[in-house]
């Protein structure tokens, strides 16, 4: 089944699995901007800020080894991809070709899915990955 993770009045959105499945990272604008952070993944506590810019930092993926994460931000005026340490540490842009499409997808599966807007707002809702022991039980 569905579990709703976040109910926050702002929107929570571009949600990742790391790949354990322990934690998601997410968009969300919370603060009043658009910051990356984690939380725990079965039930949404331990939430961390790893972002804290006035740009907008967007999309977050996870690397293969769950140790980086991969973001949007459009710190210089222009969408780039950056990457950083999974405790948001060590931001550092990475050096890409100008006006090239930017989706940092680095693992494959998993996600969330914002549910339809209510009043202006989203929340983040995930369902159990199949295998998992939530999944196999419920």
């Not at 976040?6 to 934690?23: E, H, M, V």
């Not at 991809?81 to 494959?108: F, I, K, Q």
């Amino acid at each position: 089944g569905a579990t709703q993770l976040t109910n926050d009045p702002a929107s929570d959105l571009f949600s990742s699995w790391n790949p354990s499945g322990q934690r998601l990272a997410f968009m969300s604008a919370r603060d009043g901007n658009d910051n990356i952070y984690t939380m725990d993944a079965s039930d949404g506590t331990a939430v961390m800020q790893l972002t804290n810019h006035p740009a907008a930092d967007t999309q977050p993926a996870w690397s293969p080894d769950g140790r980086q994460i991969a973001f949007v931000s459009n710190r210089d005026g222009n969408d780039e991809l950056y990457l950083m340490n999974s405790d948001g540490g060590n931001v550092r842009c990475v050096d890409l070709p100008p006006r090239r499409a930017l989706t940092p997808e680095a693992t494959d599966g998993g996600g969330g899915c914002p549910l339809p807007p209510s009043a202006g707002r989203h929340a983040l809702v995930v369902e159990d990955m199949p295998g998992s022991a939530t999944s196999a039980a419920g």
